[in-house]
């Protein structure tokens, strides 16, 4: 996973500077209820997004996230996909996407499903800005999956 992120920054990075954008990087996690099934429970999610801007109020970009529940070996999920993501009334954020679920574990499908967020965008100062949001993932496997959490990042413009 870390070359995954290690390439997917360097590739924005590189995009960013070509065309003299300005990046935004936010690294998140969450904590959440993940149910499919017979698999049910507290499940963990922590990752990256990078943000190019299409105007003030509006990005766009790739996620990149790991899905696992702690006390069940069998579920892991790499969360690779894109999104789009708008602020209104310059505090509410919402976002949404298309994720690819690779599974981690050996036993298992690799399903694709639907990302999105809403939630609260507090700007720091230009470069520093925190969101607090309602994760929510459709997961589209044998037994569809959803993932509903609450989200923490921490947003870093470049």
């Known amino acids: 996973m870390k070359k995954v992120v290690i390439a997917l920054v360097l590739l924005f990075a590189i995009i960013s500077f070509s065309y003299g954008q300005s990046v935004l990087i936010r690294p998140d996690s969450g904590v959440g209820y993940f ?4 698999v049910k429970g507290l499940a963990v999610n922590y990752g990256l997004k990078l943000h190019l801007p299409a ?35 310059k505090y509410f954020n919402m976002g949404i996407g298309s994720v690819g679920y690779i599974n981690l574990v050996q036993t ?5 499903g639907l990302y999105t967020h809403l939630g609260f965008e507090y700007d720091f100062s230009k470069y520093v800005s925190i969101v607090a949001a309602y994760r929510s993932d459709f997961i589209f496997r ?13 947003g870093i413009q470049l």
């Open 55 to 89: 105007n003030e109020f509006q990005r766009y970009g790739i996620i990149v996230n790991h899905l696992f529940l702690p006390k069940n070996d069998q579920v892991s999920y790499l969360c690779a996909g894109i999104m789009i993501e708008q602020v209104l009334f």
């Open 35 to 38: 149910s499919a099934g017979d």
């Open 108 to 112: 298992g499908e690799n399903p694709f």
């Open 142 to 154: 044998a037994k569809f999956a959803m993932y509903n959490a609450f989200l923490l990042g921490l």
